[in-house]
């Protein structure tokens, strides 16, 4: 089986990426077939030959760890040079490859993908690499690299050879890697709430989320989008397990409120039914519970200072309805004016006892307690 594939034409001649060796390494199995998916600590690293131009390139990638890297030594024969030792790194000077070795003796290499232009000599040395059995590649190394690892790094290693501009990906290319056919693509989608749309944009792998037009957000784009509507809270859901990223669309009286989770945390955006914008900032979503008027609503397990706090019996803007509750206000300084917490804390002990938050713009309604904290006591932030 041939290792090379035509990924496109620059300038009208063919732009073409051969697989010429590979290193992969895993305590327990004996290739990355077998291994894939499962949770080892391994690693992988591949190198090819990019012709474009008239010219070549050799290309270094691969990812994760192992216990005695000896692709180093491979790539420092390839350049002439046994490498700086500094410590426990090595520096490659040809190509700017740097190794690292932890205590535990796992080592592994980076930055990645490197694409290097070589001459005729390091080719000649990398065509004797293709003999030896340790870097030797399979069909199987083959459909790996080409279906896992290249394609959302192939635009990384193609843009530091040639101009992208006026590069088009050949249709045999894109039809072995499936995500290329989502970066060719442009199209709209119409979610639940018509006004909100994903709109695709072009040869990206980014694709972007409109409020009547007007981009609220860029996401990443998909072959197939994950979209649920619950029509009892009139939200719309929008998930990428991958990147472990979920957007909600809810739809309140006044205004829309968009929130994205990610792994950094929970962003919460408000438009209003006149189309105005507003980010209302980045909070922690291990401790975000809901939102209500202009407040957000978290878990809190805080120990109140007693020289800042008061008690109150009013929440501007909202109304609290239920028994043995106890409001506080917390009054903190900031750097252009004074924020006040509230906190609410319910010593109900009788079953099935609620307390309720109401907005006394919208009338909205939640039931704040019970609830499964600690301290029976949850903390609102005034979003505005």
């Not at 030594?73 to 426990?88: A, M």
Request: neutral net charge; proline residues 3%; charged residues 30%.
């Amino acid at each position: 089986m041939t290792m090379a594939i035509k990924v496109g034409d620059l300038y009208e001649q063919d732009v073409t990426i051969e697989l010429l060796a590979k290193w992969f390494y895993c305590r327990y199995c004996k290739g990355i077939k077998e291994c894939h998916k499962k949770p080892h600590r391994r690693g992988y690293w591949w190198l090819g030959l990019l012709s474009a131009n008239g010219k070549k390139y050799l290309i270094v990638d691969g990812n994760g760890e192992a216990e005695g890297l000896s692709l180093l030594g491979l790539l420092n024969e390839l350049f002439d040079t046994s490498g700086k030792q500094i410590g426990k790194r090595k520096f490659l000077n040809a190509i700017g490859i740097v190794s690292y070795t932890t205590v535990g003796g796992w080592s592994t290499i980076y930055p990645l993908p490197t694409v290097y232009e070589i001459n005729t000599e390091v080719e000649e040395k990398i065509n004797k690499i293709r003999e030896n059995e340790e870097y030797k590649l399979s069909e199987d190394d083959f459909i790996y690299i080409m279906k896992n690892l290249f394609p959302l790094k192939i635009l990384k290693i193609l843009g530091k050879a040639i101009n992208l501009n006026d590069f088009k990906f050949s249709k045999e290319y894109i039809y072995l890697t499936p995500l290329l056919k989502a970066y060719r693509r442009s199209r709209t989608i119409s979610l639940p709430f018509y006004e909100f749309k994903i709109e695709e944009i072009s040869n990206s792998f980014t694709s972007k989320l409109t409020y009547n037009g007007n981009p609220i957000m860029f996401m990443r784009k998909r072959l197939n989008y994950d979209i649920s509507y619950d029509i009892d809270t009139k939200t719309t859901k929008i998930e990428d397990y991958e990147t472990h990223t979920t957007i909600e669309l809810l739809s309140r009286e006044l205004y829309y409120e968009i929130r994205c989770y990610d792994r950094y945390g929970v962003g919460i955006t408000r438009i209003n039914k006149s189309g105005q914008i507003k980010n209302l900032g980045k909070f922690n979503k291990e401790r975000f519970l809901q939102t209500i008027g202009n407040y957000a609503i978290f878990k809190t397990e805080r120990k109140l200072d007693p020289e800042r706090i008061t008690k109150v019996t009013k929440i501007n803007g909202l109304e609290i309805i239920g028994k043995n509750i106890e409001i506080i206000q917390e009054r903190i300084a900031g750097e252009y004016s004074d924020v006040y917490l509230y906190y609410i804390q319910s010593n109900g002990e009788e079953i099935g006892e609620k307390v309720l938050l109401v907005d006394e713009e919208t009338l909205e309604t939640i039931i704040i307690f019970p609830n499964c904290q600690p301290n029976n006591m949850i903390e609102l932030f005034p979003l505005f």
